[in-house]
T-cell receptor
């Protein structure tokens, strides 16, 4: 399968700071990437669709000014959690979609802990 | 509201048995269906994709789709302890577009005991 790299895998930060998470497709070009959030024992919740060269599309209830998404190239999307608060602590996972078969391959995830 | 429902389990089967995982979805326009496996603390990994009614087999895994009943299942034959994980059903709801968004069920926790 395709390889998606996500970095960092773990981050601890103070309340009020911003955190940037990177998602890279290593062996294929991804015009579309997705960002998910997963709380303990819950399923993946889609946050937004990241489109190369255009604005991200956010799901209902997700604050676009808080979760900034940039998809500047065909292999890289970034998610910035701005002014993070303890309730933002979660497991953030990105995926990249292949053009054939509409299959999403996931990064390893980033565990964010906001103190 | 797009809903994907799974029995959260836990489902427990002995080694060598068949594990049966079920999923129903509410949106009739759904076109693509996926099963992912997620180990604790890890991200999901793709097991199977299925797009048309009927069965699709890949090794020990068989996915079954019935669009009329809005039902998709996954059978795991000759279950192994290494199959113990949470299995997530995902449904693509973006018909006729290239968005390809997936909505996930809450997952079924499977335990295969030796």
């Amino acid at each position: 399968g395709a390889v998606v790299s996500q970095h960092p895998s773990w981050v601890i930060c103070k309340s009020g700071t911003s955190v940037k998470i990177e998602c890279r497709s290593l062996d294929f070009q991804a015009t579309t990437m997705f960002w998910y959030r997963q709380f303990p024992k819950q399923s993946l919740m889609l946050m937004a669709t990241s489109n190369e060269g255009s604005k991200a599309t956010y799901e209902q209830g997700v604050e676009k000014d808080k979760f900034l998404i940039n998809h500047a190239s065909l292999t890289l999307s970034t998610l910035t959690v701005t002014s993070a608060h303890p309730e933002d602590s979660s497991f953030y996972i990105c995926s990249a979609r292949t053009s054939v078969g509409n299959i999403q391959y996931f990064g390893a995830g980033t565990r964010l802990s906001v103190l | 509201q797009k809903e994907v429902e799974q029995n959260s389990g836990p489902l427990s089967v002995p080694e060598g048995a068949i594990a049966s995982l079920n999923c129903t979805y509410s949106d009739r326009v759904s076109q693509s269906f996926f099963w992912y496996r997620q180990y604790s603390g890890k991200s999901p990994e793709l097991i199977m994709s299925i797009y048309s009614n009927g069965d699709k087999e890949d090794g020990r895994f068989t996915a079954q789709l019935n669009k009329a009943s809005q039902y998709v299942s996954l059978l795991i034959r000759d279950s192994q302890p290494s199959d113990s994980a949470t299995y997530l059903c995902a449904v693509n709801i973006d018909r006729g577009s290239t968005l390809g968004r997936l909505y996930f069920g809450r997952g079924t926790q499977l335990t295969v005991w030796p």
